[in-house]
């Protein structure tokens, strides 16, 4: 799909929906929420945080609410679009006669007083693995302070991808000039991948 560059735009490239996405932005736009355009899609917030979104398809339209898992659903209107969203919830609809536009101002304003409460699934943090030092790069330390307070100065991605390289060489020989090689990139602080990222 093209990028646009405005919500007028979108809106006009989905002929099938203008006429229905236009009144579903007129119901959101009748509200507090901020209109702006995020991922080429018009996406509605408070306070810098996404709260409704409008997304057209082939087949249907409709607005996303970006923590609808929180919403009361009274009408049965909302549906999961994906399981793999937690809290994101979609109100979809197939045409522009299905649009009960109090409805939708009702969800939109549950939505908005439910972001003023502060309520929104964080995501989940990762837990970081333990970068395993390769055995020749230990050695390197021992031999080296500099070299290890260097190494422990980068970030952990860039030790990991350190760490990596040599741990990755099949043979001892391949190790030991992978490891001659990186040693002043490390004093130098930059990744192994540094100089072919930016181009």
Same mark, same amino acid.
């Given at each position: 799909m093209k990028k646009v560059t405005s919500v007028e735009e979108y809106i006009e490239t989905h002929e099938k929906w203008t006429d229905a996405l236009t009144i579903l932005r007129e119901i959101i736009n009748a509200t507090e929420l901020k209109e702006t355009l995020k991922w080429s899609a018009p996406v509605y917030a408070?306070?810098? #945080?996404? &709260?409704v979104g409008l997304g057209a398809f082939k087949h249907h339209f409709g607005l996303w609410f970006f923590n609808g898992v929180f919403l009361k659903d009274k009408k049965k209107l909302l549906v999961n679009a994906q399981e793999k969203t937690k809290a994101m919830r979609q109100m979809r609809f197939e045409s522009i006669h299905e649009?009960? !536009?109090?409805?939708?101002? $009702?969800? &939109?304003? $549950?939505?908005? $007083?439910?972001? @003023?409460?502060? #309520?929104?699934i964080k995501p989940e943090k990762t837990t !970081?693995?333990?970068i395993i030092i390769p055995d020749e790069l230990? +050695?390197? *330390?021992? +031999?080296? @302070?500099?070299?290890? /307070? =260097? *190494?422990? /100065?980068?970030s952990p991605y860039k030790q990991k991808e350190y760490c990596e390289h040599i741990a990755t060489a099949k043979r001892e020989t /391949? @190790?030991? =000039?992978?490891? $001659? @090689?990186?040693?002043?990139?490390? *004093?130098?602080? &930059?990744g192994l991948h540094d100089k072919y990222k930016n181009c």
């Amino acid at each position: 799909m093209k990028k646009v560059t405005s919500v007028e735009e979108y809106i006009e490239t989905h002929e099938k929906w203008t006429d229905a996405l236009t009144i579903l932005r007129e119901i959101i736009n009748a509200t507090e929420l901020k209109e702006t355009l995020k991922w080429s899609a018009p996406v509605y917030a408070l306070n810098g #945080k996404n &709260v409704v979104g409008l997304g057209a398809f082939k087949h249907h339209f409709g607005l996303w609410f970006f923590n609808g898992v929180f919403l009361k659903d009274k009408k049965k209107l909302l549906v999961n679009a994906q399981e793999k969203t937690k809290a994101m919830r979609q109100m979809r609809f197939e045409s522009i006669h299905e649009i009960d !536009k109090q409805a939708v101002l $009702e969800y &939109v304003k $549950e939505a908005i $007083e439910n972001q @003023k409460l502060g #309520k929104e699934i964080k995501p989940e943090k990762t837990t !970081k693995k333990a970068i395993i030092i390769p055995d020749e790069l230990k +050695q390197a *330390f021992k +031999q080296n @302070k500099q070299l290890k /307070t =260097s *190494f422990e /100065t980068l970030s952990p991605y860039k030790q990991k991808e350190y760490c990596e390289h040599i741990a990755t060489a099949k043979r001892e020989t /391949t @190790k030991q =000039s992978r490891l $001659e @090689k990186i040693v002043p990139m490390i *004093f130098q602080g &930059v990744g192994l991948h540094d100089k072919y990222k930016n181009c």
